[in-house]
């Protein structure tokens, strides 16, 4: 195997993109670097006009089948997940419930929630009968994130199938074989026609597929990057579904369980070691529980076993702006209670908690993507709710409270919000996922994400004469003057 200069990074030889280990440089496979994308969109189209064509009922049991064979292959593929995104392999495991989980829903809730209906008239003219019905885009290109390679891409990638298009998936060029190897088992159980392709990679290709005729994009990644690829898009008026990141605040009440709070923030600000768009990275607790929280959070985020139960930072760039977030907080007053100046080292970070730290600081106000959190003593709900808003993110949330969770959690400007747990939105599959702001803007999973991918289809059908007929050059100053003795009397 060879060895890369910089574990995680990617790197072009001869025309093939080199994925590496985060952890170690080891070599973990090369992918033939796309260069037609527009010829891998005209084979998707013709298969998407097949796929489409087989009707629910078969791309249900063709779903089915691809999500088995995950479920089969489970351990093998949380093994290349983890070799090659660094996350461990019981982390890669957990993804792979989520995602077949979602599989499984999107296929068997597609017909209900997209299937032809009948919708009220209108009594202004009752003659015509009204029906609603989404029908596929046709093509989807999907740009899929390294730090959840299989539950984050295969979010939109289900969803879109289960709606009837093909896809042509761009997977991060830090994960590429995770995503080929979910590919490669799809094509097994739809061998006929390519619905789900894959074309790899650096940012060139993900812009090629924006402008290659696709006929809507699901992105993931940074505000800076989904601003590119809307105005790639913009171009041909190619629609597009973002995801933008997030900087996710939990609120801790002063009637909160505090024990299961910490224990939950322990691990929401540092699974997947902090790499997670909605991680926990701000935390805003009630003065009358302040300390027994920070005090419990310590001693919880202390047990956490770096190496084994949080990977490598897998782009080696983060590692600065983890390190710029930690010097900064402790630069303008901050105080580290655990991890600190020194908490990166090498491809690790150590889990780090901050506190006394201003809200102005890029460590609150920027996305971290790392194990780290700050935490705010705040006088009373209202405060936290203002300091929790405060952010251009806006996608997912938490609140702990035994009386007031819902009621907060209303008031909380993000797509999303748990209840005295964190990122348990994200596995509910009839949920939809996404947020506001930065955060961007559309929906994966449940209705909302199936919807996500069709378009609505209005139809109306005569099924009585028109008395007296409007919407014709015949009609008559009687029948108007009767059209206007309803409209005043419904409306007037």
Known sequence: MTVATIPGASTIVDGQLVSTSPAT????????????????????????????????????????AWRKLLVQRIHELAELTSREGGKPVDEAVLEVFATVDHIAWAARNARKTLRRRRVRGSLIQPEYAGYKEYQPYGVIGVIGPWNFPIFTPIGSIGYALAAGNAVVFKPSEYT???????????????????????????????AALCRSGVDKVSFTGSPRTARKVMMACAESLTPVLIEGGGKDAVIVADDANVDAAAESVAWGANFNAGQACVGIERAYVHERVYDTFVDKLVKETQRINLGEQIGPITMPAQREIIKRHIDTAL????????????????QYVKPTVLVDVPEDSPAVKEETFGPTVTVTKVSSVDEAVRLA????????????????????????????????STFSFAVLPTLPFGGVGDSGFGRIHGEDGLREFARAKSIAKRRLPSVPPLLTFRRTPGG?????????????
Not at 177 to 183: C, D, E, L
Not at 390 to 403: K, M, N, Q
Not at 480 to 492: D, N, S, T, Y
């Open 25 to 64: 440089g080891q070599e973990v496979g090369r992918f033939p670097v796309a260069s037609d994308v527009p010829a891998v969109v005209a084979r998707a189209r013709e298969a998407a006009q097949w796929w489409a064509g087989l009707g629910f009922t078969e791309r249900k049991r063709r779903l089915l």
């Open 176 to 206: 590429p074989a995770v995503g080929q190897f979910y590919v490669d088992l799809f094509a097994s159980v739809v061998p006929e026609m390519p619905v789900l392709q894959v074309v790899h990679g650096m940012g060139d290709v993900g």
């Open 331 to 346: 630069g303008s007053g901050g105080r580290a209670l655990l991890g600190g100046p020194d908490a990166v080292k090498e």
């Open 389 to 420: 808003n405060d952010t251009a993110y806006g996608l997912g949330s938490a609140v702990f409270s035994r009386g007031q969770g819902m009621a907060i959690a209303g008031r909380l400007r993000s797509g999303m919000t748990s209840v005295n």
């Open 480 to 492: 108007v003057k009767l059209g206007l003795r309803v409209i005043k009397l419904l409306h007037g």
